[in-house]
C-alpha cells in the first residue's frame, strides 16, 4: 500500500529529475538561467491551461477544445486591440482591455463548453471536438486564412508582459506559478477541489450529498476557460499574431500533463502538482532534443512517445489483485 | 419532528409498487418497516426522503404537508436516509465522504482538523476505528456502513432513515449502532429501519409496519409481536423451522485439498479438506481475512501452496473449469452489473454454455424463467434494469447466476445478506439439495446462526489463520466465539 | 580553431513540399559539414510556430549559434524572436516566407508567392483563350496561400476563364481527392483544374480518372514534384506544365550562409528564387529523380 | 423509460435522415448513383476503424493511434510491395503478400498498444498517445520526410480494390458492409461481445464472473489493430501512396463517430450499427458542403462541429433525477 503509494508519488518526480539529469549531461548551458527561464517561460501556455484542464478531469469532464479557444481568443483580443487602438492609444489602458477581453471570451467561451454539457447533457468529447472545430475555423475566418497582427506599435507596449518580470522571474513564470499554487490549494484547501473530485468518483453519491453537481462541473469548465483567457494573456505578447496554427494539439498537450502527473482520466482523482510536474516533463523533452544532435529530426515524435510512456511506467499500480 | 406518509402509491412505468401507505413516524420513536424482498421498504423510504416523489398521496412534516424536490431538501428539512447500497464515493477519504456538502470551513478554506477530528470521535462513538485518512475504496464493506451511519449522524437528522443498516455488519457492530439509536431516540429523533434479521427488529424496535407486496398488511407496537409472528406476517406462512433436516450423510471422497495457502496480508498458512456433499462453514470476525483466502483460492487474489496438489489456480476462469465457483459478497461491486439486464447477468459467468457459434438467446430466455422460479425472483419485469431490482431480489440473482455454472463446489460468501426470512429458507433448502447431489459448499457467514445451522462441520478463522475446527455437537455458539476472538485455540496466529 | 555553430530552423515534413523541404536541408547539413570542420551544424524542425521560436530560443541559449537559417512557419509571429536573433550578433539567412519587418536578416533567399500564382495564372490564359470554366483547390490556409490565389486571380482577369469553385485541398492528396470528387459530382462540365500543388495534382488526378470524365482538359499542379515533371517532361497531356517552387531553396540557403560564415565573399541581400513555368520543352531541367520530392 | 429508448434509437438515424434530405435540396447530384459511391467508398476506412474502435471503447479503452499506425502501416506494404517486385513480379501473389503485412503489421501494432495497457497498465490514453507519437515519426522518417509511393507498374495492379467492385458496388463498400456485419454480429451475439460491455461496465464483476478481462481487453486493441490493417489495404490501391499526413485525425473522426453512434464513451455499452451511421453523418457533413456554394470554406470547420453537437443533441437522455 504504502509502497504503492510511493511509487504514484515520486513517480512524476523521477521521471523529471532524470530528464534533468540527462539534459545537464548533454549540454553544460542546459542549466544556465537563460535556458531554465526559457524553458520554463514557455510552459506557462500549456501549465496554466494544464492546471484549469485538471479540475475538468478530476470531475470526470473532458475539453478537447482548449487549443482552439486559446487561438480564437488570441485573435479576438489582438482584433479588439487593434480596432481601439486609433481611440485608446498605445498604452496601458489598451493592454488592460485587450486583458480583460482575453478573460471575458475565456469566461463565455468556457460556459458555452459546461452549458452543453451539464444543461444539454452532451458527452463532453463531443461538445468539445464541436467547439474544439467551430474556434479553428472562425480564427481561421476572422484572418482569412492568414495570420492576425498586433499592430506594431503596440507589440512593444505588450511585449513586456511575456519577456520581463520581477528579481529576473519573467512574468509568465509568475503567473503560472501563482496558477498552480492557487490551484493546490483549490484542489486540497477549499471545498469546490473536493466536490470536483466527489463529483468525478461518484456523480449521484455526490448529488445525494448535496453537492450541486452541474454546478461543480460547470464551475471547472469556467475555471478553465478563465485560464485559457490568461494563457493567451501570456501568449499575444510573445509572438505578437493569432492564426489557424496557434494552439494546435494544445489540447492533447494539457491532458497528457494531467495524466503524466498521476490525475486519473476516469475522475475521481486530481493533483495540480502533479500537472505542473507533467507539463515541465513535456517541455523539456522538446527542450533536450534541442540540445542533440545525431537524431534525425524525424524520429522527434518517436522519442517523445517513448518517454510520454516511460514517465508513466514509472509511476503505475502495481499489478492489480484484488 | 413528525413524519407521515398519507395514502402514498408509486408506481414505475407500468408497474405499480406501493399502494396506498399510510405510516407515523413519531419523535422519539424507533419505527420498524418489514417484509419480503421487493415488497417495496426501500421505495417507501426514498420517497419519505426526497430521492423519490409519490405518484398518489401527501408526504406530511409535522401534520403539514411537504414536497421534496430532491434529497437535499428533504435534508435540510432534517430529514436523511442511509442507503440499502453503500452510497459513498470511493476515491475519497473517509471524512471527506462524511462531510461531502457540509464541508466545515474556516474562513474561505477548509477547516481540515476540525473534520478530522469531528469525524474520528464519530466514529469512535460507532466503535469503529477505521481512520478517516483512509480511502474508502481501500476499507471494508463494514466500516463503509459504519462511515454512512457516520455521515447520517453528521447531518443532526431530526428524522433518520435507515435502510437495512445492519446487512454487513456483526453483531457487535450492530449493537455499537444500536446504542447510538437508542441516545437519538431520547434525544427525540423519529427513527425508521429496516432489517431482514428479526431479532433486531425486536430488540430495537417501538412499533412496527409491515408491507406485504406494496401493501400495509399490519401496525403493531413492537411487544405484541414475536419473531415468528413477524415472518409469519411478512411471508403469508409458518416459517419457524429455518434450517432443512440433512437427508443425505457428507461423503468420503475428497473433492478438494487445500494446503499451506497464503495470501500475502490476509491468510497465512490455511489449510482444508472438503468432502462430496459437505456443507463446510467457515466463521470469523469481520477482517478475519475469510473473503481473502476464498479468493485467493479460486484465483482471484495472488496466493502460494496447494490446491488439490497443485498451485492455486492462476485465475477465476481456471477455478470454474476446475468446477470450483465462488460468489462474492460484494453484489454491487463485484456481483452484478446494474446497468444490465437480468439475462446478460445470469449468464455472464456461463455464457459460454449458452454459445455456440453465436449467443443462443432463447436458451437464455428459458434459463431466466427458470431462475426467476426456482429462485424466486420477484421483478417489476423481465427486462427490468439490475440497479432497480430490490436489494434482496439482486442477491438471488446474484445466487442463481453462479449455480448456471453448475459448480461442482460453491464457495458462498454471505449468502443470506439482505434477503428475507420466507427466502432465506428457500436459499437454505437450496443448499442442503445441492449437497444431497452430492455437491459441496463452503459457507462463509457473519450470523452465527446461519453457520451453525447449515454446516455439517466449521472452520473457525482468526487474523487470517484458521484457529480451530468444529463438528457436530461442538459447534456452538459459544466454541465458535471463542475461538474467533482467541480466547481457544492456535495462540501464535499473527 | 573556432566551430562555429549555424542553425537551421524549419516546419516539420507535414505534407510534401516540405517533406522535401526537409530532406534538403538535412542533405545539405550532411554535406557541408564534411566540406567545413569548422562548422558544426544544429537542425530543429517544427509543428506550429510557437515550437519554432523555441526552437530558435534554445538554439541561441544552449547552443551559441553564429548563424541562423530560417523558414518560418509564419511570417507574423517569427518576426521578434527573429529579431532577437539578429540583435544577438548572430547571421540571419531567412528562406521563403519574408518577416514582417524589413531589414532584420542578412540575406533573404525569397520564394516568389505571388510569382507563383502569376505564372500558373498566365498559364491558364494561354492554354484557355477562349476563357473556360475551372476549379480551384487550395493549401492550408496561409498567407502564403493567399498570396498565391491573390497572384492567380489578377492574371486570370478579364481573360474569360471562370473559376466556378474552389476549396481547401491542404495541400494533401487526400483531402484533395475528396473535394476533387465532389467537384464532379457537382459540376457536370469543366475545362480544367487548377490544384495549385502537384501533391493537390495526383488526387486531383486521381478523382477525374475514376470518374472518367474527359472534359477537363489538363490539372495544373506546381512545386515540380519530380514524377510530376517526368509526365510532363514525356508529354502527357493532362499535365502539360507545373511551376516551380523548388524545395531546395532551403539547401541554397544554408550553404549561401555557410559560405559566408567561412569566407568573405559577399552573400548579403536577397536572392530571389523566381517561379518558372516548366512545360515540357524545359521539363528535364527541372527533374531531379534522386529527390524525394 | 421506452420514450427514452426510442430516442436514443432514434436520435442518429433521424440526424442521418435530416442530412439526406438538406443534400438532396441543396443540389440535384446528391442522390446520384456516383456521388453516393463516392461518398460510401470513402465512408470505408474510417469506418472500418470505427467498428474497431467500437469494442475498445465499449470494453472501456481508447485508442489514439489508429491514424498514425494507418500511416505506418500503409507505409510498410508500400515498401514491403515496392522490395519484393523485382522478385515477384507485378501480379496478385505480391498483392497478396502486401495484404498479408498490413494485416500482421496491424496484429502486431494492435498487440503493442493491449500490452501496454493491459499487461503494463498504463492509461490508454496515454499508451496510444505515445504510439501515436511513433508511428507517426516512423512513417515520416521512412518516407525521408516525403511520400512513399507504389512501383507505377504495380499501382494498375493494385487499383481496382479501391475502384472495382461487383454488381456496381466498390470493394470499399462491400468490405465496410461486411465488417460493420460482423462487428454487429459479434457485439450482439457472441460472446466476445458480451464480454467487452461486461468489463467496460465494471471490470471487477467480470473478473468475478470469470471472464478473463485483460484477454477481452487486449482482444478489442488487437481486432482493431487488424482492421487498421483492412482499412489500409482499401487505402493504398486509391492513389499508391503514404506520407506523414497519412490517416492525420482519423483517431478523432473515428471515435466521434462511435459516440455519435450513442456508444458510450465511458464503457459499457457500444452499438455498431450506431457507428456506421455515425461514419456517414461525418462524411455527408463533408460531402454537402463540398457540393454547397456560399459558405466560405473557412467556416467549414465551423458548420461541422455545429452539426456532430447537434446530431448528439437529438439522442441525448433526459434530464437525469437519481
Ligand atoms: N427505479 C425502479 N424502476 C423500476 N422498478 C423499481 C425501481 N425501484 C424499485 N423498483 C421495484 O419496486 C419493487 C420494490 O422495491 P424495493 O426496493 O422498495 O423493495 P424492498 O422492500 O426494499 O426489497 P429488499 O428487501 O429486497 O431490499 C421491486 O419490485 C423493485 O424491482
Ligand atoms: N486487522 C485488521 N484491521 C483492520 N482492517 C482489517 C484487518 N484485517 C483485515 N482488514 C480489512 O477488513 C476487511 C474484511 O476482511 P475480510 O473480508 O478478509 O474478512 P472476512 O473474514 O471475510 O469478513 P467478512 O467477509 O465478514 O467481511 C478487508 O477488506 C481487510 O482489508
Ligand atoms: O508548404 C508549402 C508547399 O506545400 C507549397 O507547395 O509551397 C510553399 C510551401 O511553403
Ligand atoms: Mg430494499
Ligand atoms: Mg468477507
Known sequence: ?322 | MKLTLKQVDRSFGAVQVLYGIDIVLAPGEVHALIGENGAGKSTTMKIMSGYLAPTAGQVLLNDRAVTFADSQAAEAAGVVLIHQEFNLAEQLTVEQNIFLGHEMKRGLFLDKRAMRDKASALLKRLDCNVSPTATVRDISNPDKQMVEIAKALSRDARVLIMDEPTAVLTAREAESLFTQVDRLRESGVAILFTSHKLDEVKRISDRMTILRDGWVVGQHPAEDMTEDAMATAMVGRDVSSLYPVRTRAVGHDKVLTVRNLTVPGYADGIDLDLHDGEILGLAGLIGAGRTETMEGLVGLRAATGSVNGKAPFPNPRAALDAGIAYLTEDRKERGLLLSKGMRENLTLQSLSDFTGLLIDETAEDAALTRAIADFDIRAPHRAVTVGNLSGGNQQKLLLAKTMLAQPKIVIIDEPTRGIDIGTKQQIYEFIHALAAEGKSIIVISSEMQEVIGLSDRVLVMREGRIAGELSGDTITEDRIIRLATGLDGRKDAA | QDVKVIGVSIPAATHGWAGGMNFHAQQAVERLEEVYPQLDFVLATASDPSKQVNDIEDMLATRNISALVVLPFESEPLTGPVKAVADSGAWVTVVDRGLAQDGIEDLYVAGDNPGFGRVSGEYMVSKMPDGGKIVALRGIPTTIDNERVDGFQSAIEGSGIEIVDMEHGNWNRDDSFTVMQDFLSKHPQLDAVWASDDDMAIGVLAAIEAAGRDDIQFVLGGAGMKEMIKRTADGDQMIPANVTYPPSMIATAIEMTAVGLTSTAPVAGTFTIGSVLVTQDNALDFYYPDSPF
Open chain 1, 1 to 322: 500500500m504504502s509502497a504503492k503509494l510511493d511509487l504514484r508519488v515520486l513517480g512524476p518526480i523521477l521521471a523529471l529529475v532524470a530528464l534533468i539529469v540527462v539534459g545537464a549531461l548533454l549540454n553544460s548551458n542546459f542549466l544556465s538561467a537563460g535556458n531554465i527561464t526559457n524553458v520554463l517561460s514557455r510552459s506557462a501556455f500549456i501549465g496554466i491551461i494544464a492546471v484549469g484542464m485538471t479540475f475538468v478531469i478530476t470531475s470526470g469532464g473532458l475539453d478537447l477544445s482548449v487549443g482552439s479557444m486559446a487561438a480564437f481568443i488570441a485573435g479576438l483580443m489582438i482584433l479588439v486591440m487593434n480596432g481601439l487602438l486609433p481611440t485608446l492609444g498605445p498604452g496601458v489602458a489598451l493592454v488592460l482591455v485587450g486583458m480583460l477581453a482575453a478573460l471575458l471570451a475565456g469566461t463565455i467561451a468556457g460556459f458555452v463548453n459546461g452549458f452543453l454539457i451539464t444543461t444539454m447533457r452532451i458527452e463532453a468529447f463531443i461538445v468539445t471536438l464541436g467547439t474544439m472545430g467551430i474556434y479553428r475555423s472562425l480564427v481561421t475566418w476572422l484572418a482569412d486564412g492568414g495570420t492576425l497582427s498586433l499592430d506594431f506599435g503596440m507589440r512593444t507596449v505588450i511585449r513586456p508582459i511575456y519577456y520581463d518580470g520581477i528579481l529576473g522571474i519573467s512574468w509568465p513564470i509568475i503567473v503560472f506559478a501563482l496558477v498552480a499554487t492557487l490551484g493546490e490549494v483549490i484542489m486540497r484547501r477549499a471545498a469546490f477541489g473536493r466536490h470536483a473530485a466527489a463529483v468525478g468518483s461518484n456523480d449521484q453519491v455526490a448529488r445525494y450529498s448535496s453537492v450541486n453537481v452541474n454546478r461543480v462541473r460547470m464551475l471547472t469548465y469556467v475555471f478553465l476557460g478563465i485560464l485559457v483567457g490568461v494563457a493567451t494573456i501570456m501568449y499575444v505578447p510573445r509572438l505578437g499574431s493569432a492564426s489557424s496554427s496557434t494552439g494546435v494539439l494544445w489540447e492533447l498537450e494539457a491532458i497528457a500533463a494531467v495524466i503524466i502527473g498521476g490525475t486519473m482520466l476516469k475522475g475521481g482523482f486530481g493533483r495540480v502538482w502533479g500537472t505542473v510536474i507533467g507539463v515541465l516533463i513535456l517541455s523539456l523533452i522538446d527542450n533536450i532534443l534541442n540540445l542533440t544532435d545525431g537524431v534525425s529530426p524525424y524520429l522527434n515524435g518517436a522519442i517523445q512517445g517513448v518517454i510520454i510512456i516511460l514517465a508513466v511506467i514509472l509511476q503505475r499500480e502495481r499489478k492489480a489483485d484484488g
